[in-house]
Nanobody, 123 residues
């Protein structure tokens, strides 16, 4: 069983940056692909980005491509989401998820989820 805890959320002005972290415990961290999803009020949770087990491959939603990057430190059991050039429409609760052996944009692919961290971007 893998437990995931996100941190790093907060309030930032449009154009600013935040770095989210997701620390894992339990399980074998390096054996899981990892992903970030987000959910804004009144909307369904959506895919943001994913990273392969080695960290060598990443994939992002078109809405964040070029602004967000994802990295992982398997020695620290931590995955990061660097968010730059933030926009008000990036406001959401951000979740990290672990599961599977390859990247996926599908929520059902991921077995383990964190509790989420709030990101608010003011205009």
């Amino acid at each position: 069983q893998v437990q995931l805890v996100e941190s790093g959320g907060g309030l930032v002005q449009a154009g600013g940056s935040l770095r989210l972290s997701c620390a894992a415990s339990g399980g074998t961290f390096s054996s899981y692909a990892l992903a970030w999803f987000r959910q804004a009020p009144g909307t369904e949770r959506e895919f943001v980005g994913a990273i392969s087990r080695s960290g060598g491959s990443t994939y992002f939603a078109d809405s964040v491509k070029g602004r967000f990057t994802c990295s992982r430190d398997n020695a620290k059991n931590t995955v990061y989401l660097q968010m730059n050039s933030l926009k008000p429409e990036d406001t959401a609760v951000y979740y990290c998820a672990a599961g599977g052996i390859s990247l996926s944009t599908t929520q059902k692919w991921y077995d383990y989820w964190g509790q989420g961290t709030q990101v608010t971007v003011s205009s």
